[in-house]
Every structure is written in C-alpha cells, then in structure tokens.
C-alpha cells in the first residue's frame, strides 16, 4: 500500500514538473516569435523610411531640374508652373525625413540623410548656367547614391 502511494506521488509530482516545464519552454518560444516579429516590423519600418525620403528626394531633384532647365531655356510659363510644384514636392520630403529621424539613431545614416537633403535643396538658384545646374544635380545625385549605400549597410546589420 505504501508502494502504492508512494508511486502516485511520484507520478503527481512528475506531471506537476512536466507540465511547468512544458509551459515555461512554451513562454521562451512565444517570446522568442514576438520578439522576432517585432524585430521584423521595425526592419520594415526603418527600410520604409529610407526609401520614401530617398524617393521624396528623387521626386524633388527632378522637379528643380525641370524647373532650373525651364528657366535656362526661357519658358518662363513652364517655369512658373514648375516652381509651384517644387514647392509641392520640397513640402512632400518633410514626412519621410521625420520619420527617418525618429526611426532611426545611427549617425552615419542620419548625416548621410542630412547631406542629401542639402545637396537636393542647394538645386535652388543653381539655374545661373546648365553647366552649375548640371553640377548642382551630380552632387544631389551622388549624395543620394550615397545616402543610399550608407542605408543599405545599416539595414544589413539590422
């Protein structure tokens, strides 16, 4: 009778422990996935970022060498035109470099962010000649590939 009774307690206890293992091997997994998920939403996040502030940019670039090649080329009703859209999509940059910056701390991003941005709006008055428009562009062209790269890196490392 005391084997007896000393088995089921074992078996008791046996279940008791099984089932608190298999209940804290099940929380580390639940927070290993969520974990996990998050890590996965804020990539997203980060990379959604990059890329409308790299695309307002693109959008901007363009329209101020519409803008500047109008004016060069003497269409001062296009270049009217084109100056109030530059205005459009000057404002449309302002959302995704908020976003990046509070998204994202990495200094080497940020200045790369911040040296594009310049370089894009340092288009503005560069319409004195084609050859400064010109070169006004490359520098926004090649901060932007740089901002890029820069980007492209940090994302690796997330």
């Known amino acids: 009778m005391v084997v007896a009774l000393v088995t089921a307690v074992i078996a008791v206890v046996g279940t008791l422990l099984g089932s608190i293992v298999t209940a804290r091997l099940q929380e580390r997994v639940t927070s290993r996935t969520e974990t996990?998920?998050?890590?996965?939403?804020?990539?997203k996040e980060h990379l959604d970022a990059i890329k409308e502030l790299a695309a307002a940019l693109s959008a901007h670039r363009s329209m101020m060498w519409r803008r500047g090649d109008a004016k060069l080329k003497g269409n001062l009703d296009q270049y009217e035109e084109l100056r109030t859209l530059s205005h459009e999509t000057r404002a449309a940059v302002t959302a995704p470099l908020v976003?990046?910056?509070?998204?994202i701390t990495d200094a080497t991003v940020r200045a790369a962010a911040g040296r594009m941005v310049d370089a894009t709006f340092g288009m503005r008055h560069q319409d004195?000649?084609?050859?400064i428009l010109?070169?006004?562009r490359v520098a926004a062209l090649t901060a932007h590939d740089q901002f890029v790269d820069t980007a492209a890196e940090y994302v690796r490392g997330l």
């Not at 976003?99 to 998204?103: F, G």
């Not at 004195?128 to 050859?131: K, L, M, V």
């Open 36 to 43: 996990e998920s998050r890590r996965r939403e804020l990539r």
């Open 99 to 103: 976003a990046l910056r509070i998204l």
């Open 128 to 131: 004195t000649s084609a050859e």
């Open 134 to 136: 010109n070169d006004a």
